[in-house]
């Protein structure tokens, strides 16, 4: 029922014109091109850990595009389908993943894209490179936990959807996605950094993908990120569980 939801979410999201869902690939190709051109060809960044930069940017970028569209997409859900919040057999805590489900065939069209650009840069396949499934399950983990909460409390203040918005356009900047934590040269600057939990799933892919760095060599920030995750999931659990019998009065 899930994928179902999700894959007419993704239909309806580009309903209406002349290349429908195409467009959920061409604009983050686009994108990400002209990252590229920026930041290496006009700012002239070069490799990053022997690596040729257009690998280690757009693997860094790629998870933060799922986080950012599902989070973004998760917190409207509710509103979006009132029509099922009000039914009171259907499992309304489900309808986040629907949105997150939705990014996510986007998302594996990237993963895959990153492959490709990974064995074209003359990296061969490796058993690591299976650890992306950790992390894709990881940003899935994040982004369902933090709609949980953030779609709840949307029915409530439509306000939520626009903060959410500056949320995610920080996060864009604080997270190390076009430049090196290593750079910064400052330990209590990079502690700071990593506290944010996107850090773990953008540089768990470019671990992956770039360094070849499995991640229980992170046993601390590992523990540290499901915590959170676990954290923010009983969060929006108490909050639903709340809230739930005003949701038809506001809706």
């Known amino acids: ?16 014109s002349a290349l429908g869902v195409v467009w959920g690939f061409i604009s983050p190709v686009v994108t990400i091109l002209i990252y590229w051109f920026v930041f290496e060809v006009a700012f ?4 990053k850990y022997d690596m040729p930069y257009v690998l280690w940017l757009v693997s860094g970028i790629v998870p933060w595009f799922f986080i950012s569209e599902s989070w973004g997409g998760a917190t409207g ?23 997150i489900l939705s990014a996510f065939f986007v998302h594996l069209f990237f993963v895959v894209l990153t492959f490709i650009i990974n064995f074209a840069c003359g990296n061969a396949p490796k058993l690591l490179d299976l650890q992306i499934i950790y992390y894709m399950v990881a940003a899935f983990a994040i982004s369902y936990a933090l709609g949980r909460i953030t779609s709840t409390l949307t029915v409530f203040a439509r306000d939520i959807s626009n903060m959410v918005g500056v949320f995610v356009q920080l996060g864009f900047w604080i997270t190390p996605l076009f430049w090196d934590i290593n750079d910064l040269g400052n330990p209590i600057l990079e502690t700071i950094i990593k506290i944010n939990p996107f850090y773990y799933v953008t540089e768990g892919y470019r671990e992956t993908f770039v360094q070849g760095i499995g991640f229980w060599e992170h046993p601390i920030m590992t523990v540290y990120f499901w915590v959170v995750v676990a954290v923010l999931v009983l969060l929006g659990n108490l909050l639903f569980k709340k809230l739930r019998p005003h949701f038809a009065d506001l809706i």
């Open 77 to 99: 859900v509710l509103i979006d389908y009132s029509y099922l919040v009000k039914k009171v057999v259907f499992r309304v805590e489900l309808l986040p993943a629907v949105r």
């Open 44 to 47: 002239k960044n070069g490799p």
């Open 1 to 16: 029922m899930l994928i179902s939801l999700a894959v007419n979410d993704f239909k309806a999201k580009y309903a209406g």
